[in-house]
């Protein structure tokens, strides 16, 4: 795979532009991932993903931290993918994580090939993201998994079912 692809900014048609997502600094380090190129993206690499629908506030509000931590891992050369994932957009997709995804945003560290997930829990900031991605990326999470598990559920825009 070519390096920009590992950054995050790919070209092409396995790049998605998105005018939801223009203006925001270090949008250009998240993939947007929709239903043609979520299954190429996922099946080779581990990834961050927030999955939103744009007409939630709160999805609205979480893309400049979460571009930010984006940014942050592609200065740092760190593998992650970050990726997007519009749910009103490729509800297929978002269909497969129903029993995670219970509002907008919601944010699932998922390993490469789908087989396995963490739900992140915490605060929505820049700093919040990238630590404890570090810490799943170094094994660490289990403790912190455990932490999250008691944080009060971050403000979202509930689903329809």
């Known amino acids: 795979m070519a390096e920009s692809q590992i950054a995050g900014t790919t070209t092409g048609t396995s790049r998605v532009h998105s005018p939801w997502w223009k203006g925001i600094h270090g949008e250009e380090h998240v993939v947007k991932l929709n239903s043609s190129n979520y299954d190429k993206f996922i ?3 581990n990834a961050f993903i927030m999955f939103y629908a744009q007409w939630c506030g709160h999805s609205q509000s979480s893309r400049v931290p979460f571009a930010a931590a984006a940014a942050k891992f592609a200065r740092e050369g760190n593998s992650i993918l970050v990726g997007a994932l519009d749910c009103e957009e490729s509800k297929g997709i978002c269909a497969r994580y129903r029993d ?6 919601t944010f699932l560290y998922v390993y490469a090939e789908g087989t396995k997930q963490h739900s992140y829990r915490n605060a929505r900031t820049m700093d919040e993201f990238h630590s404890w991605i570090i ?3 170094n094994h660490q999470h289990e403790h912190r998994h455990h932490e999250h598990d008691q944080d009060p559920e971050q403000p979202s825009c509930k689903t329809l079912t």
């Not at 995670?100 to 945003?105: A, H």
Request: no cysteine; charged share 35%; glycine share 8%.
């Open 100 to 105: 995670r995804i219970t509002g907008f945003p």
């Open 135 to 137: 810490d799943l990326q």
């Open 43 to 45: 099946s080779e690499r």
